[in-house]
């Protein structure tokens, strides 16, 4: 095997160290470069997006902070929409109230008026008809009405 004659070994080590010299000015001429490129392109484009992220989400906190506000604002907004809308109700209701107590109150005594009117007229009547009652008991009694009727 020529590999291991010591006769070779010395262009073995020169065509070593050759290579490895070019491989090494090609990586670190050519191809380092390139690549560290490559990282700081992506380092900017990882901040850009870090920063826009950053933007966004500062601008949703504020976004959500108005929304809440505005929530807020809506119901307290519609507890005094509520509150009014109650009071408004509860007046009418009251006034409705008072309006038909008012008619309640005129009827009862209308009516109670014509109760006594009738109860009057009632008592009227009965003691008509308890004279003429009375006077015709009589006058059966005495005898002198036997053929007489009311």
């Known amino acids: ?21 070019f491989l090494y000015l090609m990586m670190s001429q050519l191809i380092c470069p ?30 959500h902070q108005r929304y809440q506000t505005y929530l807020m604002d809506a119901e307290r907004e519609k507890m005094e929409k509520i509150q009014k809308a109650y009071q408004s109700i509860h007046k009418k209701t009251v006034a409705a109230e008072n309006k038909n107590e008012a008619k309640l109150r005129q009827k009862i005594r209308r009516a109670e008026e014509k109760i ?13 008809v308890s ?10 009694l005495n005898g002198e009405g036997k053929n007489d009727l009311l």
């Open 116 to 128: 006594n009117r009738t109860t009057e007229t009632l008592e009227q009547e009965a003691d008509q």
């Open 1 to 21: 095997m020529p590999q291991f004659e010591t006769a070779f070994y010395g262009a073995q080590i020169f065509w070593l160290l050759i290579s490895f010299g």
């Open 131 to 140: 004279c003429e009652l009375a006077t015709y008991l009589a006058k059966h």
């Open 34 to 63: 390139m690549i560290e490129e490559v990282i700081k392109e992506r380092d900017k484009k990882i901040q850009t997006l870090l920063n826009t992220a950053e933007e966004l989400n500062a601008e949703a906190a504020d976004f």
